[in-house]
């Protein structure tokens, strides 16, 4: 069974950068994307990021120009820069590998960015 575990949350103030990780616990295959989602507390999950096999990404208008997520097929790792991190940032974040057959999610990290 695939496992997704996310690190690098943490408390930050605001202005500060943090960089989230995400690895597999084995390779997977057909995938069509690996994303970021997060959710803030008392709201629904919402997207942040993905980044397609292609290299084409997609980001959310509100992390535009601050967010930049990337990869690493070999680490079969995928990262998320956060720089210029605002107190509307804060949320749980979450891991998303979308493939033909299922999705798979990590349990997610916690961002916290308050002075």
């Known amino acids: 069974q695939v496992q997704l575990v996310e690190s690098g949350g943490g408390l930050v103030q605001p202005g500060g950068s943090l960089r989230l990780s995400c690895a597999a616990s084995e390779s997977i295959f057909r995938i069509y994307t690996m994303g970021w989602y997060r959710q803030p507390p008392g709201n629904q999950r919402e997207l942040v990021a993905t980044i397609a096999q292609t290299g084409t990404t997609n980001y959310a208008d509100s992390v535009k120009g601050r967010f930049t997520i990337s990869g690493d097929n070999a680490k079969r790792t995928v990262y998320l820069q956060m720089n210029n991190l605002k107190p509307e940032d804060t949320a749980v974040y979450y891991c998303?590998?979308?493939?033909?057959?299922?999705?798979?999610w990590g349990k997610g990290t916690l961002v916290t960015v308050s002075s």
């Open positions: 998303k590998v979308a493939t033909s057959i299922r999705d798979y």
